[in-house]
């Protein structure tokens, strides 16, 4: 038996890191698919062993015995085994595909489980002493059987309308050869009659509860074509004609919608109070769906609890050890070295941008001076003259400071001119002051 390949279970992953981005639910349900296939075919080994004589009754219950007990690591809430099984198996349903080898396995396995859950709800109800659906004893698997139903029903509907694209196009769209064609037909009728006897061992062994959780239009036409069939000619040549007919009936082509109370997806054919006839359906259905969703609820967060279970054990293990004396003196030393290297660390720091100021202080005031002494001839109000002889290091410059530059702005005309006629103006005035004293 082949075990769990985790390469293959992360694949979608490689594939859709390129692609769009995808919902996280949307990533995660190829590998889930995979795995819970996986899982299933290591149990099949278990479940089936090939040395049992199905002849015998006892060999028939051997897997059942395996399956009605329950397992504490997984949590409570899961139920039995065989309920985990059956939640299994119908993931499969859901996501694989119709014509497939995995499909027409999960199909079988799911029909063997059915047969063990209605062998559990007879025995519950022969300790009962009644057959009432969804009652205290056999609530959890009248649950399950209504969901068997409505799974196959939207299972028969894919079939239908793969078996429809299989026989319109032409066989090199999709298969490499004919006989590939025909091999994947055969195998979509093999799940097709699996899933009609599924859905009729349901309404033979547990009829009570498709009345309560269907509505009365969708369980008279389930019962009409179910009666209709166990009346058929069932000999191997109208074989094929009869599951063609069984997916054309009402049921399967009908009650495909579905709608939404509370965050819960209802089936239309669910029994949510509809009227049909002048009669009135029960909320059974609707009551079982919300359950249902509930107890996936609760199954998932015991799980998760359950996981943390392990690594809350080691912390508190750990909590108690880090409790001690010497742990605590341990703590003490630590906290004192700490606080001893902070404030050597704060001092430090001090001291070097200190240390960064006075260096960037005095690296300005020398550039400044630097810039003094370069006499750059592009600053404002600096004035130049020829040099007649040569500096100090004895060099021959064209151009030196004019450090005693005139502008001889007093020696132009127009000034002097004006100093005369103001000088003349002064002493007439004084001169008229003279003769009028």
């Given amino acids: 038996v082949s075990g769990v390949n985790a390469f293959e279970a992360l694949a979608s992953f490689t594939s859709s890191s390129g692609g769009e981005k995808l919902k996280k ?27 049992l004589d199905t002849a015998q009754s006892d060999s028939q219950l051997h897997g059942l015995t395996l399956v009605r007990s329950t397992e504490p690591r997984l949590g409570q809430s899961q139920g039995t085994l065989l309920a985990s099984l059956i939640r299994l198996s119908l993931v499969l349903l859901s996501y694989l595909e119709p014509s497939s080898v995995k499909f027409l396995q999960a199909c079988s396995r ?76 055969r195998r979509l009728f093999r799940s097709i009659l699996e899933l009609r006897e599924i859905v009729h061992a349901a309404y033979k062994g547990r009829d009570d509860v498709l009345r309560a959780g269907l509505s009365i239009e969708a369980h008279e036409v389930l019962a009409r074509c179910l009666d209709e069939l166990a009346a058929s000619d069932d000999t191997l040549s109208s074989k094929e ?18 709608q939404i109370d509370s965050q819960v997806i209802l089936p239309l054919q669910v029994s949510n109070g509809q009227e049909y006839n002048k009669r009135i359906s029960s909320a059974g259905g609707k009551k079982a769906m919300k359950e249902l969703d509930s107890e996936t609820k609760a199954i998932v967060a015991e799980y998760a609890r359950l996981l943390d279970a392990p690594f809350i054990l080691y912390c508190d293990n750990q909590r108690k050890w880090a409790e001690t004396d010497a742990v605590r003196d341990r703590e003490y030393e630590g906290d004192s070295s700490v606080k001893r290297l902070s404030t050597k660390y704060r001092a430090d720091n001090a001291e070097k941008n ?30 130049w003259a020829f040099s007649a002889y040569t500096d100090l290091l004895y060099r021959r410059l064209l151009l030196h400071p004019n450090y005693h530059f005139d502008d001889h702005a007093s020696a132009s005309y127009e000034l002097t001119l004006g100093k005369e006629r103001e000088t003349y103006q002064r002493e007439e005035e004084e001169r008229l002051e003279r003769e009028l004293s």
């Fill in 25 to 51: 639910r949307d990533r995660y349900r190829y590998p889930c698919v995979v795995l819970v296939s996986q899982v299933l075919t290591l149990i099949d080994a278990f479940i089936f062993p090939d040395h």
């Fill in 110 to 185: 799911l029909r063997c489980f059915l047969h063990w859950a209605l062998e559990i709800v007879r025995e519950s109800v022969a300790l009962g002493g009644y057959s009432q659906a969804f009652n205290e004893l056999t609530a959890p698997l009248d649950r399950m059987v209504l969901a068997v139903v409505l799974h196959c029903h939207r299972a028969l509907s894919r079939c239908s309308t793969v078996l429809v694209e299989m026989e319109s196009s032409p066989w090199q769209k999709y298969f490499p050869d004919v006989e590939a064609r025909e091999k994947s037909q």
């Fill in 241 to 258: 004609k009869s599951l063609r007919t069984f997916l054309a009936n009402d049921w399967v082509t009908g009650f495909l919608d579905v």
């Fill in 354 to 383: 200190k240390a960064l100021a006075i260096r960037n202080s005095l690296s300005l005031r020398r550039t400044v001076t630097i810039a003094n002494l370069i006499n750059n001839p592009w600053l404002k109000d600096r004035h």
